[in-house]
Nanobody, 124 residues
Framework: QVQLVESGGGLVQAGGSLRLSCAASGRTFSGYTMGWFRQAPGKEREFVATISWSGGRRYYADSVKGRFTVSRDNAKNTVYLQMNSLKPEDTAVYYC?????????????????WGQGTQVTVSS
């Protein structure tokens, strides 16, 4: 059974930092792009950041560029999202995803795997 399990969410003040982790299990994720999406209350799920299998290609939403960094450790089947200079508008449920295609361009309905999500709340 394939699982993506996120951790590291929580409550933080504006300007603070959090590091999210996503541990993948149940199959080999060799060749998979992995990444992060988020969904705020009343809004659609949106792309945040993705990283290729080799780590050589990373894509970021404009809203998080310069503040968030995506990385991965393939030996541990884990992807990370370091979030710095957090803003109240970053408040959302953050979801991990994995796909063999270009994850940042993918129709969300066709993404191969999703995690259950972890809540991030940034207070002003």
């Amino acid at each position: 059974q394939v699982q993506l399990v996120e951790s590291g969410g929580g409550l933080v003040q504006a300007g603070g930092s959090l590091r999210l982790s996503c541990a993948a299990s149940g199959r080999t994720f060799s060749g998979y792009t992995m990444g992060w999406f988020r969904q705020a209350p009343g809004k659609e799920r949106e792309f945040v950041a993705t990283i290729s299998w080799s780590g050589g290609r990373r894509y970021y939403a404009d809203s998080v560029k310069g503040r968030f960094t995506v990385s991965r450790d393939n030996a541990k089947n884990t992807v990370y999202l370091q979030m710095n200079s957090l803003k109240p508008e970053d408040t959302a449920v953050y979801y991990c995803a994995a796909d063999l295609g270009l994850l940042h361009l993918k129709d969300l309905k066709s993404v191969d795997y999703w995690g259950q999500g972890t809540q991030v709340t940034v207070s002003s």
